[in-house]
């Protein structure tokens, strides 16, 4: 039972952070993946699973900057 949760916990993490990673890849280069409703016709709800999914790697990525950029160890350079 144990080594079930632990799994799900690791699929869980891994997907988060691939939706971190496509948000970073939407806000450094404004590519993000093609979600049009004519290619999930057979099922609605897909592409609503697919905007929250991609809204989760968005908030992450909004704690992520707020939490680096006031920590010591990270300085912003440009």
């Known amino acids: 039972m144990l080594a079930q949760l632990g799994k799900v916990a ?8 691939i939706s971190a990673f496509l948000a970073g ?3 450094s280069t404004g590519l993000t993946p093609s979600v049009q409703s004519e290619k999930f016709t057979e099922t ?6 697919i905007d929250n999914y991609l809204w989760v790697g ?3 990525m909004d704690q ?3 939490i680096f950029s006031s920590s010591s160890y ?3 350079k440009r």
Do not use: C, I
């Not at 690791?10 to 952070?17: I, M």
């Not at 609605?44 to 699973?49: A, D, I, L, M, T």
């Open 58 to 60: 968005e908030t992450v």
């Open 44 to 49: 609605p709800g897909v592409k609503k699973w």
């Open 25 to 27: 890849v939407r806000r």
């Open 10 to 17: 690791h699929y869980a993490f891994d997907a988060v952070l």
């Open 74 to 76: 990270f300085e912003r």
């Open 64 to 66: 992520s900057v707020a």
